[in-house]
């Protein structure tokens, strides 16, 4: 099974709201990340877990925070958001972390920010 | 640092012809190669995969990328497009350092006239 889940698929929130995106997966990976995609552009790294611990935060503003509460699960909390933060927020894993380790993707959550 | 370049921003081809992606990259040594497709709204799906060894690589959906150290290139190809292989198409570069992860190209759409 190569599949990431991630829920719920579209979110629509305003600016004061608190809400939290979510990712699962079951194979035994242990690094997961978020990325940011806007349209026509390419993923934007957001945040890297490296067996549960924060390994990489790329400059990403305080209203986004990780969590990773066990080895299969990843959630992302939004609070105070912008409407410039309106994306398409994707999952992944690896195995490891690290280059020689691809990475498999979920569907994605789409954003909206009102 | 590393960086990806995928000259083609769109590109059409009919159903049935042949089909090359061109990706190069930039870094010092010797990378780790991917190519990933992402239909509309969707999460990315991985292609194929190049980390070592014989430098054409084999990958779904009848894809294949050739690695040419001398070009720093790594050109997905196709000989017979589907229209289902319309999408659009990331080429990304990663080193095997840890805490350095993929570095995406900037895409190419695949349109596909039946």
């Known amino acids: 099974d190569t599949e990431v889940t991630q829920t719920p698929k579209h979110l629509v929130m305003g600016m004061t709201n608190k809400k939290s995106l979510k990712c699962e997966q079951h194979?035994?990976?242990?690094?997961m990340y978020w990325y940011k995609q806007k349209a026509k552009k390419p993923p934007e790294l957001m945040f890297v877990y490296s067996y549960e611990k924060l390994s990489i935060n790329e400059s990403v503003p305080s209203r986004f925070s990780p969590e990773c509460p066990n080895s299969s699960l990843l959630n992302l909390h939004l609070h105070a958001l912008q409407p410039e933060d309106s994306a398409l927020y994707l999952c992944?894993?690896?195995?490891?972390?690290?280059?020689?380790?691809?990475?498999?993707f979920g569907p994605g959550t789409r954003l909206t920010v009102t | 640092a590393q960086s990806v370049t995928q000259p083609d921003i769109h590109i059409t081809v009919s159903e049935g012809a042949s089909l090359e992606l061109r990706c190069n990259y930039s870094y010092g040594a010797t990378p780790y190669l991917f190519w990933y497709v992402q239909s509309p709204g969707q999460g990315l799906q991985l292609l194929l995969k190049y980390f070592s060894g014989d430098t054409l690589v084999q990958g779904i959906k009848g894809f294949e990328a050739e690695f040419k150290r001398s070009q720093s290139s790594f050109n997905l190809r196709k000989p017979s497009v589907h229209w289902s292989d319309a999408a659009e198409y990331f080429c990304a570069v990663a080193s095997d350092n840890y805490g350095q992860n993929f570095v995406f190209g900037p895409g190419t759409r695949l349109s596909v006239l039946p």
């Open positions: 992944a894993s690896s195995q490891r972390a690290g280059g020689n380790h691809e990475q498999y």
């Open positions: 194979m035994g990976h242990r690094a």
